[in-house]
């Protein structure tokens, strides 16, 4: 039939059709959204939360090892000219 597309099926649906065949099923073909969707939501957002916190902890690491690495730069320099 032409104009009709194919259905394009994701990646993250072939695993979640090996998990449950059904649960597939029933989100693809019959349009049921599985129960718990806020409290997914909600741990996504925890997720997010922590990833910007590692993050953060990351750069501020960089920061640290960096403001050392001048102190100790300055410390050596001033006992050479001093």
């Given at each position: 039939m032409p104009g009709r597309r194919t259905?394009?099926?994701?990646?993250?649906?072939?695993?979640?059709?090996v998990y449950c065949a059904r649960a597939w099923w029933l989100r693809?073909?019959?349009?049921l959204e599985p129960e718990g969707r806020e409290r997914r939501e909600h741990g996504t957002a925890l997720?997010?939360?922590?990833?910007?916190s590692v993050v953060v902890s990351r750069l501020l690491l960089i920061v640290?090892?960096?403001?050392?690495?001048?102190?100790?730069?300055?410390?050596?320099?001033?006992?050479?000219?001093?």
């Amino acid at each position: 039939m032409p104009g009709r597309r194919t259905p394009t099926i994701r990646a993250s649906e072939i695993g979640e059709y090996v998990y449950c065949a059904r649960a597939w099923w029933l989100r693809r073909v019959a349009g049921l959204e599985p129960e718990g969707r806020e409290r997914r939501e909600h741990g996504t957002a925890l997720h997010r939360r922590h990833n910007r916190s590692v993050v953060v902890s990351r750069l501020l690491l960089i920061v640290a090892a960096l403001l050392g690495a001048l102190a100790l730069t300055l410390l050596v320099g001033g006992g050479v000219a001093g």
